[in-house]
């Protein structure tokens, strides 16, 4: 019954800046985890900034350049992306986990980065 949606995502120049939001709908009963995480072309999948217990943790690749927030009033987190790099194109998910680490995750957004 949980459904995320994530949006932002789109083109952008290295070093320039993007913010990227999902929003839940359904119940988020339960809900204790929210993040991102993100795939870039050949490699495996990535955590990238999780939300737990009102504590960021962030990948260490994009620490000091990423942000996430949440607003639990609209069930919705956002990631501010700032600096980007070619490295940092990947498509990026968002991900709500329960009290029994069951996740839920949203299509995914596309995030190309070019110098």
């Known amino acids: 019954q949980l459904q995320l949606m994530e949006s932002g995502g789109g083109s952008v120049l290295a070093g320039e800046s993007l913010t990227l939001s999902c929003t839940a709908s359904?119940?988020?009963?339960?809900?204790?985890?929210m993040g991102w995480f993100r795939q870039s072309p050949g490699k495996t999948r990535e955590m990238v900034a999780m939300?737990?217990?009102?504590?960021?943790r962030y990948a260490n690749s994009v620490k000091g350049r990423f942000t996430i927030t949440r607003n639990m009033e609209t069930m919705t987190i956002n990631l501010q992306m700032n600096h980007l790099k070619p490295a940092d194109t990947a498509v990026y998910s968002c991900?709500?986990?329960?009290?029994?680490?069951?996740?839920?995750w949203g299509p995914g957004t596309p995030v190309p980065v070019s110098s």
């Open positions: 991900t709500f986990s329960n009290w029994n680490a069951e996740a839920t």
């Open positions: 359904g119940s988020a009963f339960g809900i204790n985890n």
């Open positions: 939300l737990g217990n009102g504590v960021a």
